[in-house]
């Protein structure tokens, strides 16, 4: 059977501002992503405050900030699209999903969905991710997703008092599609289509019957 979640995602929003602060000021944050010196709330708040204006107003945005939204959990994490390139038809990845929220098959769909938005909503030919490599749960889904671990940064980033490496992945469009095939089954739950088919029955019955 396929997994199923009602998990969808949607552009970040001003009224997203407390929880998208919230987030960036976890623990967990800069220790799986970034690990700069914590920025105040106030820097947060700022940086956050930018972001959004910069975003709704750009017509080819260089970054895209989405929210992983539930109707039975609420929001549930965040994901940024960074370095796009339009013209190359590419971008870095990166997912926050909240602790309290956070296990293997929700963050496989979180980053199921973001790479088909990727792929078919922007029209991307590339993906990449840099992940540390104590972070093995999040670096085995993406290479469940197809993505291919191209680059290793040796004694990159210090945590826990010791370096640790980074991996580089990338994902190509034609090798996540082979990947959709095979696993059709399995993805079917959790792909865009069936999100977007799910809201748009459950925001009036009668409209697929038109």
């Not at 009602?6 to 992503?33: C, G, I, K, N």
Request: aromatic letters at 10%.
């Amino acid at each position: 059977m396929p997994y199923e979640t009602d998990m969808y995602l949607r552009r970040a929003e001003r009224d997203d501002l407390e929880q998208v602060v919230a987030w960036m000021s976890e623990p967990d944050f800069t220790h799986f992503l970034y690990g700069d010196p914590a920025q105040s709330p106030r820097q947060v708040r700022e940086k956050i405050i930018s972001m959004l204006g910069r975003q709704a107003g750009a017509i080819m945005p260089p970054a895209l900030y989405l929210v992983i939204d539930s109707p039975t959990l609420g929001p549930v994490g965040m994901i940024s699209l960074q370095q796009i390139s339009w013209r190359n038809r590419s971008c870095a990845l990166d997912v926050y999903v909240d602790r309290r929220h956070r296990d293997r098959w929700l963050t496989a769909a979180a980053v199921f969905r973001a790479l088909e938005y990727c792929f078919d909503e922007l029209n991307l030919h590339r993906v990449s991710a840099f992940i540390y490599a104590f972070n093995r749960a999040s670096w085995r889904v993406f290479e469940l997703a197809g993505a291919r671990r191209e680059l290793v940064l040796e004694n990159h980033v210090p945590r826990d008092g010791k370096l640790e490496d980074a991996y580089g992945y990338g994902l190509l469009k034609e090798d996540f599609d082979r990947i959709r095939r095979e696993r059709t089954r399995f993805a079917e739950g959790m792909s865009l289509r069936a999100m977007m088919e799910r809201l748009l029955a459950e925001a009036d019955p009668g409209e697929q019957d038109r």
